[in-house]
């Protein structure tokens, strides 16, 4: 081998072993950059605020709970940053709750208005009631109750029964809501049973008024559709279901009509004025 031959090569070598610790030293300047990145990230996502995954759950449950209780109602604009500061969380959360409400019927939102309480007319409220006797009457002709759905439904009654005495409006709103729906549940209809859900959605905002007309009679005509149920008597517990739903009905269109009497002779031409003048007169008497 030549003398230039053999320098030729100890460059050449040179050149590598340069371009090689080169390479690892950008290879090394990338795994600690890397590693940083991923050390900061953890602490980030360490010091994050951590929301629950149930979150939108529970703000969805918060607002029907409020709709039920009648606390809220279709003259106030329902806005996600309302809700968002009285929950203290953010608006996702919220608009995702506000979006399952309008599915189930229990408001409307009007695009950059905010969400408002749906309210259900004379009429409506009939044509609700009409269908929750046709349906809930099927529904008791052709279910399939086990012993298991029937000690279910006992439990509700007796829960409903205790809530009732304890005035506690939101608990026994829901087991009522409970007993119609295991009802419906033991249709083997999937159409009937998502009609009857959803039926039952609308009437909760209704239950508030209905809670105070008729709580008192409901308990009892619960119990003799069971008792029915549990005889085998269909046809009885079909009859006493129609008469139950009618009698709530009948209650609330009664209450409604006279509400709206109210609300009309106080707008009317001389209204509130009238009723301040004959304070007046009295006051002077």
């Given at each position: 081998m030549s003398f230039s031959t053999a320098r030729r090569m100890e460059k050449a070598r040179k050149r590598s072993k340069s371009y090689g610790h080169g390479k690892n030293d950008i290879d090394n300047r990338r795994d600690r950059t890397f590693r940083a990145v991923v050390r900061?990230?953890?602490?980030?996502?360490?010091?994050?605020?951590?929301?629950?995954a149930n979150l939108t759950e529970q703000a969805y449950?918060?607002?029907?709970?409020?709709?039920?209780?009648?606390?809220?109602?279709?003259?106030?604009?329902?806005?996600?940053?309302?809700?968002?500061?009285?929950?203290?969380?953010?608006?996702?959360?919220?608009?995702?709750?506000?979006?399952?409400?309008?599915?189930?019927?229990?408001?409307?939102?009007?695009?950059?208005?905010?969400?408002f309480v749906v309210e259900f007319s004379i009429h409506d409220v009939r044509e609700i009631f009409e269908l929750r006797e046709a349906l809930e009457a099927?529904?008791?002709?052709?279910?399939?109750?086990?012993?298991?759905?029937?000690?279910?439904?006992?439990?509700?009654?007796?829960?409903?029964?205790a809530f009732l005495r304890e005035n506690d409006m939101l608990n026994y709103i829901r087991e009522d809501t409970m007993f119609h729906a295991r009802l419906a549940q033991c249709s083997s209809n999937a159409r009937l049973r998502k009609i009857l859900e959803n039926v039952h959605d609308q009437t909760v905002l209704l239950r508030c008024k209905t809670f105070h007309l008729t709580s008192h009679t409901s308990v009892k005509q619960h119990l003799h559709i069971l008792t029915a149920l549990e005889k085998g008597q269909r046809d009885i517990a079909e009859k006493l279901v129609v008469r139950h739903i009618r009698t709530v009905g009948r209650s609330?269109?009664?209450?409604?009509?006279?509400?709206?009497?109210?609300?009309?002779?106080?707008?009317?031409?001389?209204?509130?004025?009238?009723?301040?003048?004959?304070?007046s007169q009295a006051a002077l008497n």
């Open positions: 900061t990230f953890a602490w980030e996502e360490l010091l994050r605020p951590r929301i629950p449950k918060a607002i029907r709970d409020q709709l039920i209780s009648g606390k809220l109602n279709g003259r106030e604009h329902l806005t996600e940053g309302f809700f968002a500061a009285t929950f203290g969380i953010s608006k996702s959360p919220i608009r995702e709750a506000l979006n399952r409400l309008e599915s189930d019927g229990l408001i409307r939102i009007s695009p950059r208005r905010g969400a099927l529904a008791v002709r052709n279910g399939v109750l086990d012993s298991k759905t029937l000690s279910s439904m006992k439990a509700s009654v007796r829960a409903a029964s609330l269109t009664a209450y409604l009509k006279k509400e709206k009497g109210k609300a009309s002779s106080a707008h009317g031409p001389l209204g509130g004025r009238t009723l301040r003048v004959i304070s």
